[in-house]
Structures are given as C-alpha cells and as structure tokens.
Nanobody, 127 residues
Framework: QVHLVESGGKLVQAGGSLRLSCAASGLLGNDLIMAWFRQAPGGKEREFVAGMAWAPNSGGMAYDDFVKGRFTVSGDKAKKILYLDMRMLKPEDSGVYYC?????????????????WGQGTQVTVSS
C-alpha cells in the first residue's frame, strides 16, 4: 500500500506562485501514474489537475486545460516526491489539492481511476 502526504498549501495572492509536494512511502512500483487533483470549495468531486507516469524512463505528463501553461508537474523518483509548481495563480485555483496514484501504464482523469490518496493540502488564492 502506498502512503501519500501532501504539503505546501497556503494563502497566496492572485498572480503568485506556489509549490506543492507529495511525499510517497510504501511499495511504489515503476508502473504507476501519479497525479494531482483539486476539490473546489463546495465541490463534491475531486477534479484532475495534472499527472505523470512514474516509470524511470518515462516523462509522460498530462494537464487539465485550465492549468496548462501555468502549472508544472514533476517528480523526484529517488526521493519519492511528486511536485506541483503553480504560477499565475487565480482565485479559481483555490481548493484542497490531493495527491493520488494509480496503476499504470496509462492514467485516467477521474478520481475513480485512482486507488491511493493523501489527506490533501489547502490552497487559497485571494483576489
């Protein structure tokens, strides 16, 4: 089982930047998809933000259209840390950000495609 712990969320002003981290522990296979989801205030479902393949020689990444060009997902596979670099933040980016993983080689974009989740970290962007 994989254990995920997110950190880095805080209150920032619109236009600012933020880096989220997700530390993973447990048995991490190479054939995994790691992803970030956001649950907006009052939202019921967690929405896909960005994801990447965790295979050693794979650099495959995917982004939701709303964050493309502003957010970058990356990972330190030796340290088992997934990052989300967020810039040009907007109030609409506010929410609880979750790290999740799922069996590969290809990942889905719904929360139902993912098995393991962290507890989430709150990001609030003020206007």
């Amino acid at each position: 089982q994989v254990h995920l712990v997110e950190s880095g969320g805080k209150l920032v002003q619109a236009g600012g930047s933020l880096r989220l981290s997700c530390a993973a522990s447990g048995l991490l296979g190479n054939d995994l998809i790691m992803a970030w989801f956001r649950q907006a205030p009052g939202g019921k479902e967690r929405e896909f933000v960005a994801g990447m393949a965790w295979a050693p020689n794979s650099g495959g990444m995917a982004y939701d259209d709303f964050v493309k060009g502003r957010f970058t997902v990356s990972g330190d596979k030796a340290k088992k840390i997934l990052y989300l670099d967020m810039r040009m933040l907007k109030p609409e980016d506010s929410g609880v950000y979750y790290c999740a993983c799922a069996p590969g080689p290809t990942g889905g974009r719904t929360e139902y495609d993912y098995n393991d989740w962290g507890q989430g970290t709150q990001v609030t962007v003020s206007s």
